[in-house]
């Protein structure tokens, strides 16, 4: 799948989550699952387009956690940021003389 497209993906998915309240369990384990997901999904990408796609979808995320009225809305889109500022992705392999 293309970066656009699991961008799109994630944050619509992000985004229904955030719209329907439920208990805590449940939340943190459909953030936890979601999380898990798009770990295991852009790890198929480049290393450089998976930061980019996190670090973009996290940014995404963060200004709508900011801008929301919703107590509860913004609860579960700072926990998504939590969740994927600490994921991390290896370093792009060069090849020998070349850069990129």
Known sequence: ?????????????????????????????????????????????????????????CHQTEYEALTTTSKWRRDVLLRVVEGLEKMSFPMAKHRHGTFG
């Open 1 to 57: 799948m293309k970066v656009p497209d699991l961008y799109k993906k994630y944050f619509q998915c992000i985004e229904s989550l955030a719209a329907r309240p439920s208990s805590l369990e449940l939340r943190l384990r459909e953030l936890h699952i979601l999380l898990q997901k798009f770990e295991d999904e852009v790890t198929t990408l480049e290393p450089a387009d998976a930061r980019l796609l996190c670090e973009e979808l």
